[in-house]
């Protein structure tokens, strides 16, 4: 009987452990798929891929440009089906989880693409892109773009 006892304890533990494991695994590579899916929305951008950056933001999209004013949804889908975005550099990306269900993306972009009236948007800029868990997957809620500049 001790040793029944002792064989089920090894095997519930080793089951508890596993499940231990995945939860771990799924956690960790919460960032990079979430890295991923930032780098997807400059991607779709330039592709002037409006049904993929729709699918990747929420409902409720809104964000700040570089120029200091308020977009859309819209705003940003017609963005991509004029094809602003010419060109990007994506680096030093950084996750911050803020809980099971809400992440913070933040990193820098080298944009190559005008900015309303024939004007260059700022080429250095730093993206902060807030990450909401709907249900499976995961939607872009609000971005803002904040040109990088040396400090005078």
């Given at each position: ?6 064989v ?11 499940g231990?494991a995945?939860?771990?695994q799924?956690a960790?590579?919460?960032?990079a ?5 930032s780098k997807?929305v ?12 729709r699918s990747l ?11 200091g ?16 975005l010419?060109?990007?550099a994506f ?12 992440a ?14 024939d004007?260059?948007a700022?080429?250095y800029?730093k993206?902060?892109?807030l990450?909401?868990r709907?249900?499976s ?11 990088l500049r040396?400090i005078?």
């Amino acid at each position: 009987m001790k040793v029944k006892i002792l064989v089920l304890t090894i095997c519930l533990s080793v089951f508890a452990d596993a499940g231990s494991a995945q939860t771990a695994q799924s956690a960790d590579s919460t960032p990079a798929m979430l890295m991923a899916k930032s780098k997807a929305v400059s991607a779709a951008l330039k592709a002037k891929d409006v049904e993929t950056l729709r699918s990747l933001l929420a409902s409720d999209f809104h964000s700040i440009g570089s120029e200091g004013k308020s977009h859309e949804k819209g705003d940003l889908l017609g963005d991509a089906k004029d094809g602003n975005l010419k060109d990007f550099a994506f680096y030093d990306p950084q996750v911050t989880q803020v809980d099971s269900g809400v992440a913070l993306v933040t990193y820098n972009l080298i944009v190559t693409m005008p900015e309303g009236d024939d004007l260059l948007a700022p080429r250095y800029q730093k993206i902060s892109d807030l990450w909401v868990r709907q249900g499976s997957d995961w939607k872009l809620k609000f971005e803002q773009s904040t040109p990088l500049r040396p400090i005078d």
